[in-house]
């Protein structure tokens, strides 16, 4: 899903449309490895949304499903103004 934001102000008399394009990214994963309770999937990446590769801002994720062939993790993160975006998942 892609939204499209427009946004308007005037600067001294100059009317100026500045267009945002914003993404609805799905992020999922299987996880075949056997978890602990307590571990939890997170999402970093290249972009603000994704943290920017800085551990403090990883973006976690849901547990969506537990079947014989592993754990079902996803989130959906909505990206800005990215033409390319490179993510990683950690477990952590």
């Not at 308007?8 to 993404?23: D, F, P, Q």
Request: charged share 25%; with cysteine; proline share 3%.
């Amino acid at each position: 899903l892609c939204v499209l934001h427009s946004f308007s102000s005037r600067l001294s008399g100059l009317e100026v449309m500045i267009r945002r394009v914003v993404y609805d990214v799905e992020f999922s994963v299987l996880v075949k490895e056997k978890l602990s309770p307590c571990d939890t999937i997170l999402v970093t990446g290249s972009c603000e949304q994704l943290g920017e590769w800085l551990p403090n801002r990883c973006v976690p994720l849901n547990r969506i499903d537990r079947t014989e062939d592993g754990e079902l993790w996803s989130t959906t993160i909505k990206i800005h103004d990215c033409e390319k975006i490179f993510y990683r998942y950690v477990i952590g």
